[in-house]
């Protein structure tokens, strides 16, 4: 049988009380399916920064490096806010993992659920006709990790990319569409940067090996627009790293479910980081209300992409969906709902 | 009897349409406060690309230098799309003209009207509560004017920013933030970039001077999900010249009224450049039926920042306010509207 270690970064705030869930969920789900699953837990985040003075211990990476995937809960709060940038637990914890695992594609669906279309903050009118985007973001280049200095009149960053960068991110996302909706749309500033414009070139030739793919160029600036306008038009969006960070938090925002939103960042050997897209939600942790649903559809999306455990993967998908047609759901989702985090779970569980 | 040169660029698409009826208003308001209006054509953009290859002829460039402020429509179209970005009708006449004359302060009002909230692509428990922020974007530095090259495998772009260029934008903010509600929200990444570690210091700095206003700071990832989510938190935004770009063009779309949000781009000493924040509108240039309030209320802020003609901005924006509660407004606002370009410019002249 099948074995898979896991390394288990629950992180801050109601991290840990997603994560367990998430870890009920995955037991039960490989009890059922015939593998195995090796959980280990390690200190990440404030936690980490609490413990050692480090948002990421070299134990921490030590057992990601041994270790088939990372599930990864969520960091930071406002205990650590003052640090220094580069020791934050979010930036401090998140930027080394992607770059030490090379972790170039991060993957981010945003959908407007129709039984919970009141959620979003769209207009009916707009919301009714629903959203289903999967948002492809470079995630190792970009102005992230260019030259950056400091003199003491002034500052800079550097954003470059390379056409090899570009194209193994902009594959990622013509491979995606072929098995969605056939449509990319790649986002850029070509009428301003220079990366841009290499960017728009590159995609264009990729897209020629993909000729049942629609793809369309698009303005960051408009795109900012017309994702509330009318974000059914969309299926694949492709960004470079700042502007899928932008575009991505832009699109949970219309969801309006940061709660049931997860994300995968992965690299090209099957090696990855599943995470909520949401935070570590201080005002609420320790409360027991927080939505486990985005941790437990990470731990399902690694499941899929690291594990080819497509089966499972589903099975934790359809338990998740019919939780929430049977309005099975915390707080966030629906604000009289006497379900909590354990509860939920609970019900996940059960229709697994 | 004061008397002021005007550079009037109409440009392409619905551009020459609705200046003509900005300059029917312009001419009524100053025979109505006694001043004198010179106003002077030139080309610009995509006609003055057919016309002389270039999107900013040296003889447009000139008539501006001698002029006390430019009143732009709008440039860009089909026509033109495949051309090199440097020699594209907006960013070919734009970026040089704000360089040119250092209009580094760029300022956007986004309102939700409350007559016409159902503009909003909001739900209308969001739009209901208004929405009235004023962006002001550094518009001459960062990522657009810095370094940039190209090689035969890669790209880049430089973001610089300098403490002087960060104090005098926010100067800016902070002195409009105590005529309106008292709060500015700087935006920036600074959990990621050197410019934004700056800036945020900076912009603190500035603050002291300004005890009575609130300062806050919020990356641009959760600005971009806290507009859609509550908008009615903002007052004063500050944004760099990337993300001023991106989060103007989302309060915009938010506001769900293009057609009737004007903008101002102005250098230190009163010289400035008023366009719509709507574009050239290709698809519906030559019908009449365009807004011409955003470009009416362009001219209405030449007044008020380059002339300090309040008395006559006002009487132009009462003016507007009259018609928009009238109802007298194009399809674009009220689809079933009979009010073309012409009718609302007359009756906005009519008001005055
Ligand atoms: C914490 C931060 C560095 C990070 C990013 O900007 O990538 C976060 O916003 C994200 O999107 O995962
Ligand atoms: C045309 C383009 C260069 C310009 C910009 O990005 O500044 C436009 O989008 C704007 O906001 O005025």
Known sequence: TKHYNIAVLAGDGIGPEVMAEAVKVLTAVADKCGFSVNLNTALVGGAAIDAS??????????????????????VGGPKWTGLAPDQQPERGSLLPLRKTFDLFCNLRPGHIYPEFADLSPLHPRISSKGMNILCVRELTG????????????DAFDTQRYSITEIERIARVAFEAAIKRN?????????????TSVLWRETVQRVAQHYPSVTLEHMYIDNAAMQLIRSPQQFDVLLCD???????????AAIA???GL???????????????PA????????????ANPIAQILSAALMLRFSFGQEQAAQLIEQAVQQCLSQ?????????????????VGDAVVAAI
Chains 1, 2 share one sequence.
Not at 241 to 251: P, V
Request: net charge negative; glycine share 14%.
């Open 182 to 194: 056939n449509k990319v749309t790649s986002i850029d500033k070509a009428n301003v940067l220079q």
């Open 53 to 74: 003075g480090e948002p990421l211990p070299a134990a921490t990476l030590a057992l990601c490096k041994t270790s088939d995937a990372i599930l990864f809960g969520s």
């Open 261 to 275: 939103l997860p994300s995968a960042s992965l690299n090209g050997s099957g090696f990855g980081l599943y995470e």
């Open 256 to 258: 309006g479910s940061l």
């Open 142 to 153: 970009g102005i992230y990790f260019g030259e950056k200095g400091r003199t003491s009149t």
């Open 241 to 251: 790293n700042l502007f899928g960070d932008i575009l991505s938090d832009e699109i």
């Open 278 to 289: 949401g935070g570590s939600a201080p005002d609420i942790a320790g409360k027991g209300i």
């Open 327 to 343: 309005r099975i759901v915390t707080p966030d989702i629906e604000p009289n709902s006497s379900y909590n985090t354990v509860a």
